[in-house]
């Protein structure tokens, strides 16, 4: 087994290397800060759950290596004892759906004839003569996996997180980290490099070794926990398997709105619009975003479509979370309530054995899994919730929406549950508080909307959902036929 000794952990952070970042009360009216970048583009910001985590947080740009302490993290005599995370994977490749898609849009490109059997704008450009003649570089087996981008996402994560926390990520707790993750290989492949990460972090340098020889091990595979979705049959009889359960999705895809963009892309790529819909548009501007995203480079799909454009796909794409990750039933988010009682088991047991002088037997316990591990964790806890539901026909009501997945569960997106123990507290009650963390910046607590919370208190605020949300009963079919509750 190998293991760093302490005296390779590099200095806790350089005074010059570390940022401050502003505090965020609520991320659902933020925007994306200029970042600088020639090769972002200006669509980056609609690009929904396949959004890179540097849009989200622009600061990174110039160092992504680099810690940015967020100033409303617990200084002085609270000394963080364990750290709860649970992370979507880094950046990865279509699926294989979304390539046979692009693969026919290509092809109704490539069919179209000369000239598209229309004629050309003057001093007009043929952007789908264009894209019919530029090579399409995704192939099936790609089907989802991670990238090598996705990969350098887990490790900078890492070696960000252990130099903000070099107590918890010490090379002396490195045996006691607890991974866990799901079993598709873009999660596997995450907590992997996140650890080689860490390994970095310990030993400048020097490769690392083979995951499986490391002293903590490789990350154990629970799909129970973090694909909970997929263990629970209310969820998956009433909602994924549930025709209607996506309504507002189908009936925004036949709106004005998207009917508008189908009409102007038929246009620009002299298609006729009858050989298009709402799927092969979407999956065109997601080109644009994986391009981007996986290679570095401004994509021609992007010529497609304007920034009005976009704020119209990202809706869709929103649509499509709310109903099935979000606040659109509620059991998209009471079936995420394995994962809630499992982070509270970890914290719980943590302020049992500090109360007892005892080591903490898990000082960091990482969990990888997908936007569809988060968005419903994070609706449990009454994140992001907006006045009035999301639905197809308020598109213009929503444009300043809370619920905007791109802006909250990017690629590697993580939400961190921070325990302290308070050396000096008052109080017995004083003594344990809590903070969480979205993407590296402090979350405010969605019912108080305080930067830190007494450990006590946040359980008191969630009793009802830690005493009766259990999934055995959460995910039971009813007896008796009935509806899903709309919110």
């Not at 123990?421 to 344990?432: P, R, Y």
């Not at 969630?462 to 009766?468: A, E, H, M, Q, W």
Request: with cysteine; hydrophobic share 35%; glycine share 6%.
């Amino acid at each position: 087994m190998l293991r760093g000794p302490c005296g390779l952990l590099r200095a806790q952070v350089a005074p010059a290397a570390v940022l401050a970042a502003a505090l965020l009360s609520s991320l659902g009216r933020c925007s994306f800060l200029e970042s600088g970048d020639p090769v972002a583009s200006a669509l980056s910001p609609y690009f929904g759950t396949k959004t890179r985590y540097e849009d989200v947080n622009p600061g990174l740009l110039p160092n992504p290596e680099a810690p940015r302490r967020d100033p409303e993290l617990l200084e002085g005599t609270c000394t963080p004892v364990q750290l709860v995370a649970v992370i979507r994977h880094g950046t990865r490749y279509p699926t294989a759906k979304q390539i046979r898609k692009l693969r026919h849009l290509h092809g109704l490109l490539q069919a179209r004839g000369p000239g598209g059997g229309r004629p050309r704008g003057t001093g007009g450009r043929d952007v789908g003569a264009a894209l019919a003649d530029r090579p399409l570089w995704y192939a099936d087996w790609m089907d989802g996996q991670l990238v090598e981008k996705g990969r350098q996402d887990m490790r900078q994560l890492a070696l960000r997180l252990a130099s903000l926390f070099p107590a918890l990520f010490c090379p002396e707790n490195f045996g006691r980290l607890r991974l866990v993750t799901s079993s598709k290989h873009r999660c596997v492949d995450s907590g992997a490099a996140f650890l080689q990460g860490l390994w970095q972090h310990y030993h400048p340098g020097l490769p690392p070794p083979d995951v499986a020889d490391m002293e903590c091990g490789p990350p154990r595979i629970n799909d129970k926990l973090m694909r909970f979705f997929d263990h629970c049959k209310k969820f998956l009889t009433e909602v994924e398997s549930n025709a209607t359960a996506l309504y507002h999705v189908e009936a925004f895809k036949t709106g004005p709105e998207m009917q508008s963009i189908l009409k102007k892309v038929a246009a620009t790529l002299e298609v006729p619009v009858n050989d298009l819909n709402a799927d092969l548009i979407q999956v065109a501007f997601f080109t644009c975003s994986f391009d981007l995203a996986i290679k570095d480079i401004k994509s021609p799909w992007c010529d497609v479509f304007d920034i009005d454009d976009a704020k119209v796909l990202e809706y869709l794409n929103d649509l499509k979370q709310y109903w099935k990750r979000g606040y659109g039933y509620t059991i998209n988010s009471r079936s995420s309530c394995i994962l809630f009682e499992d982070i509270f088991q970890h914290l719980d047991k943590a302020v049992e054995q500090k109360q007892r002088s005892q080591p903490i037997s898990s000082p960091v316990i990482l969990q990888f899994g997908h936007a569809e591990t988060l968005l419903p964790l994070l609706s449990l806890m009454g994140y992001f919730k907006d006045k009035e539901p999301l639905t197809a026909y308020n598109y213009k009501e929503q444009v300043h929406r809370k619920f905007r997945s791109g802006h909250i569960v990017p690629y590697a997106s993580n939400l961190i549950f921070l325990l302290y123990h308070c050396e000096n507290a008052k109080t017995a009650k004083e003594e344990f508080q809590v903070q969480m963390l979205l993407n590296e910046k402090v979350l405010p607590f969605a019912y108080s909307q305080e930067t830190v919370s007494l450990y006590e208190d946040l359980k008191n605020h969630y009793k009802d959902i830690l005493r009766s949300c259990h999934a055995s009963n959460e995910c039971e079919l009813p007896k008796v036929n009935s509806t899903s509750d709309e919110l």
